[in-house]
Structure formats: C-alpha cells, structure tokens
T-cell receptor, first 112, second 115 residues
C-alpha cells in the first residue's frame, strides 16, 4: 500500500539557518503530494502541495518539488524564523478525494 | 467563512464507555474524513463520508462508526473504549470531484483521553 517516510526528528536550528526536511513516498499511480504543518495545540494546516511530477509547491518561503524519479518531496526554506517552530507532516493522496496517507511528522524547533 | 469546527475540544472517558465526537465541515464542502492521531505520530485515516454514506474505511475495528447528516456535518462514534483509543481525533472536509486539485481542510481536533 501507499506509505510516506520522513526524516527522523526532532530538528533544532538557529534563526536564519537553512532548512531541509526529507520526505520519500511509495505509491502506485500518480499521487498528489502535500506538506501540512501543525502548530502547538492546533490542527493541521496545508502548507503547500504538488499534483504532478516536477511541480513545485511554495508558500510562506517554503518550497518542495515533486521528484518522481526519486519518489521524493523534500521541504526546504532558505531562512527559518522562530515562528516556523512546529511539527511538519508529509502526506500523499492517491486517486483523488480519498484518504491522505501521512508520514510520522518532524518536529522543528528554531532558537533565536 | 467558518472553517472546520469540532466539538468537544477535550473529553475524558473511562474504559468500556462510548463516545461521540462531532464535526461541521467548511462552508461549501460535502465530504468529511476522520483521522486518529496518537501522540507523536502522524494522523491515521479512519473513514470518509460522502452523500451520507461511508465511502472508504481505513484499518480500524467496527467499534469505530460514523454518520453524516444532510447538512454534511458528521459524527464519529467509538464504542467499548480502550486505553489505546486515547488520541487527537481530527476531522477534515473537502469538496468531491476536485481530482488532482483535491485538498482537505482540518479542524482543531478533539483530544480524547481514556482512563
């Protein structure tokens, strides 16, 4: 079945550092890929998405590129802020409008 | 425009009891999905409702059941609660027929503690 593997956390960075959170997936067909963010005590918010190979999703300075050849969707940001501290989840959806399959999440802490 | 709302926010139950959680979807959405998020884990899909019927189900026992009402709101029922049912229960809504543009919008969740 479909699965998502995220890099182990937690990740701690200094403010203005570069961020990469790795995500790889296993799926049949052509899934859509997502990054969700969960701030403390809150539900999930969609951060960005990509629906086909070589698409780049971007939002709030975060980017991720759908790489079909490496089955990856790594999350990147050039300069992180304290407000980016949260748990980040990579997810996929296959065949549209059905369940999301999530990775285990990566906790990111940014220190001033 | 109200987003996805869930009630209650927190709930404490005893083993063996039954619980009902409620969800109102984002305005304009017709599909509701439920997820269980154990501490430190990613959300796990429980089931999805569309047109008042269960459309797809994840790997959860029959103790987990649901319902969707004509106004698209939904309930999640869990019978014979176990300690392992303690988790954050997330409701997500979406609009059917979006294909590759599909997106799910999540509510803040209900934190269930079973003692």
């Amino acid at each position: 079945g479909d699965s998502v593997t995220q890099m182990e956390g937690p990740v701690t960075l200094s403010e203005e550092a570069c961020l990469t959170i790795n995500c790889t997936y296993t799926a049949t067909g052509y899934p859509s890929l997502f990054w969700y963010v969960q701030y403390p005590g809150e539900g999930l918010q969609l951060l960005l998405k990509a629906t086909k190979a070589d698409d780049k999703g971007s939002n709030k300075g975060f980017e991720a590129t759908y790489r079909k050849e490496t089955t990856s969707f790594h999350l990147e940001k050039g300069s992180v802020q304290v407000s980016d501290s949260a748990v980040y989840f990579c997810a996929l959806n296959n065949f549209g409008n059905e369940k999301l399959t999530f990775g285990t999440g990566t906790r990111l802490t940014i220190i001033p | 425009d109200a987003g996805v709302t869930q009630s209650p926010t927190h709930l404490i139950k005893t083993r063996g009891q039954q619980v009902t959680l409620r969800c109102s979807p984002k305005s304009g959405h017709d599909t509701v999905s439920w997820y269980q998020q154990a501490l430190g884990q990613g959300p796990q899909f429980i089931f999805q409702y569309y047109e008042e019927e269960e459309r797809q189900r994840g790997n959860f026992p029959d103790r987990f059941s649901g319902h969707q009402f004509p106004n698209y709101s939904s309930e999640l029922n869990v019978n014979a609660l176990l300690l392992g049912d303690s988790a954050l229960y997330l409701c997500a809504s979406s609009l059917a027929g979006q294909g590759a543009s599909y997106e799910q919008y999540f509510g803040p969740g209900t934190r269930l503690t079973v003692t």
